[in-house]
């Protein structure tokens, strides 16, 4: 923590962003795409944020389903699995 009397150092920088990191689940576009990949039917559910490996995007899950599609962050659907 910094006080008023102590200046802030690129070390609380990276403490500030350790403090907030969050994992994000990677695949590929061939993986999003797959009915029966992982990323499809381990845990999957609505807003679900996964990192696209091959487009470098995020997408998101509109559902629980395996068959449910993933959208892009502006609601654009990217993926559906078949």
Do not use: F, R
Request: aromatic share 4%; glycine share 4%.
């Amino acid at each position: 923590m910094v006080t008023k009397a102590q200046t802030w150092t690129e070390a609380d920088n990276v403490d500030a962003v350790n403090a907030i990191a969050v994992k994000i689940p990677s695949a590929t576009t061939a993986q999003l795409a797959s009915l029966t990949a992982d990323i499809n039917t381990i845990n999957k559910a609505a807003g679900c944020i996964v990192y696209n490996t091959t487009s470098t995007s995020i997408v998101v899950s509109e559902g629980a389903l395996a068959a449910d599609v993933w959208n892009t962050a502006a609601g654009v659907t990217a993926h559906t699995p078949i």
